[in-house]
C-alpha cells in the first residue's frame, strides 16, 4: 500500500519564481491538506481540498493557490516567491473532509529560494 | 490559534516516563499527536476524538480533557527510537465551517542511553 508521495524532493529558486509542487494521496484518501513548516516550528496549515474545491483555507497569501484533480492528487503553486517562502512543504492526505479523520504526511519538498 | 505546548525540550534516560502536554485556547474536536525525526516528516501517533474514542499507537497513551481543551501524551518506559520532536494539532473550525489543524511549536525530546 503506498504510502503519500511528494515531488520533488528539494528545490532551488531564486526571488520572483514561481513553483509547483505535487502530492500523490496514500490509497483511499480523498483529502488533501498542505503544511508549510519552517526550521524549527510546528507544521503551519495553508489549504486543504476535497472534492477539487478548497474547502479550509489558513492565513497564507494568494500566493499561495491550490488544485485537487480527479484522481484526488494535488499541486502547491507558489507565485512571486520570497526569500522567507524557504520551508519544508508537506502534504498530509486523509479519507474525507470530516472532522476527526487521521492526516499521513508525505516525506515533503524542500525548497530553498535564493 | 497555535496551542502551547510544554514543556518545550526534555531529556530522558531509557526506561523513564515523560508527559508532554498541549493546551488549546479554542474549541476542539480532536486532538492529532505526531512525532517527527529530524529532516522527516511527522509520523502519526495518536488521535483524540471528543466523546473518548482514541486511535492509535499501542505503547503511547493520551488523555483529552474536552472541557479545558487540553491534551496530554504520555510516554512510559521510554526507548531510543522515542527520540525527536512532538507535535499536537488541535482540530478546530476554521472560518469556512469546516476543520483545520493547528499545530504546536513541538517538544523536543531526547533519550539517552
Known amino acids: 500500500d503506498a504510502g503519500v508521495t511528494q515531488s520533488p524532493t528539494h528545490l532551488i529558486k531564486t526571488r520572483g519564481q514561481q513553483v509547483t509542487l505535487r502530492c500523490s494521496p496514500k490509497s483511499g484518501h480523498d483529502t488533501v491538506s498542505w503544511y508549510q513548516q519552517a526550521l524549527g516550528q510546528g507544521p503551519q496549515f495553508i489549504f486543504q481540498?476535497?472534492?477539487?474545491?478548497?474547502?479550509q483555507r489558513g492565513n497564507f497569501p494568494d500566493r499561495f493557490s491550490g488544485h485537487q484533480f480527479p484522481n484526488y492528487s494535488s499541486e502547491l503553486n507558489v507565485n512571486a516567491l520570497l526569500l522567507g517562502d524557504s520551508a519544508l512543504y508537506l502534504c498530509?492526505?486523509?479519507?474525507?473532509?470530516?472532522?476527526?479523520?487521521?492526516?499521513?504526511f508525505g516525506p515533503g519538498t524542500r525548497l530553498l529560494v535564493l | 490559534q497555535q496551542p502551547v505546548q510544554s514543556p518545550q525540550a526534555v531529556i530522558l534516560r531509557e526506561g523513564e516516563d515523560a508527559v508532554i502536554n498541549c493546551s488549546s485556547s479554542?474549541?476542539?474536536?480532536?486532538v492529532h499527536w505526531y512525532r517527527q525525526k529530524h529532516g522527516e516528516a511527522p509520523v502519526f501517533l495518536m488521535i483524540?476524538?471528543?466523546?473518548?474514542e482514541q486511535k492509535g499507537h499501542d505503547k503511547i497513551s493520551a488523555s483529552f480533557n474536552e472541557k479545558k481543551q487540553q491534551s496530554s501524551l504520555y510516554l512510559t518506559a521510554s526507548q531510543l527510537s522515542y527520540s525527536g520532536t512532538y507535535f499536537c494539532?488541535?482540530?478546530?473550525?476554521?472560518?469556512?465551517?469546516?476543520?483545520?489543524?493547528?499545530f504546536g511549536t513541538g517538544t523536543r525530546l531526547l533519550v539517552s542511553p
Open positions: 483524540l476524538l471528543k466523546g473518548g
Open positions: 479554542k474549541a476542539l474536536y480532536s
Open positions: 498530509a492526505s486523509s479519507f474525507q473532509a470530516g472532522g476527526g479523520e487521521t492526516q499521513y
Open positions: 494539532g488541535t482540530e478546530i473550525e476554521g472560518n469556512t465551517g469546516f476543520q483545520k489543524l493547528v
Open positions: 481540498y476535497y472534492e477539487e474545491e478548497e474547502r
